[in-house]
């Protein structure tokens, strides 16, 4: 089950909770072939759902509220979603540190935790 940091949700790599609200919230969406490295925003609109892009900025935002002690200037770009629903295997460089994916706020990013 994913552990709650700050508002957002961590998900351990490959880890599955098919039940889990922001999982849910995602039925019925295409992602699409259109890659989102930073992640995505999940949004509606007169009853329909659809994502926008998140930007860099807010990709590290999410990540600062998650994990306010480190350092992710200094971290290589690896940690990233490879096709909006997984996290790129690559992982982080900093030990201790795993690439893990994140939710809150209707929001879905990969980040180092």
């Known amino acids: 089950m994913p ?47 659809y994502v926008v892009p998140l930007t860099q900025e807010q990709w590290e935002h999410i990540l600062k509220a998650v994990n306010p002690d480190f350092d992710h200037h200094t971290m290589p770009n690896f940690c990233r979603f490879v096709d909006n629903e997984n996290c790129s295997t690559l992982g982080c460089t900093t030990s201790g540190y795993e690439c893990r994916k994140l939710t809150g706020n209707g929001r879905y990013v990969c980040g180092c935790v």
């Not at 940091?5 to 998900?11: A, K, L, Q």
């Not at 909770?17 to 995602?26: E, F, G, S």
């Not at 019925?28 to 999940?42: A, T």
Request: glycine content about 12%; cysteine-free.
């Open 3 to 49: 552990r709650e940091i700050n508002g957002y949700f961590v998900f351990d790599m490959g880890e599955k909770a098919p039940d889990h609200p922001a999982i849910l919230a995602l039925q019925g969406i295409s992602l699409g072939d259109v890659r989102m490295p930073y992640g995505f925003e999940l949004m509606e609109e007169n009853g329909k759902k």
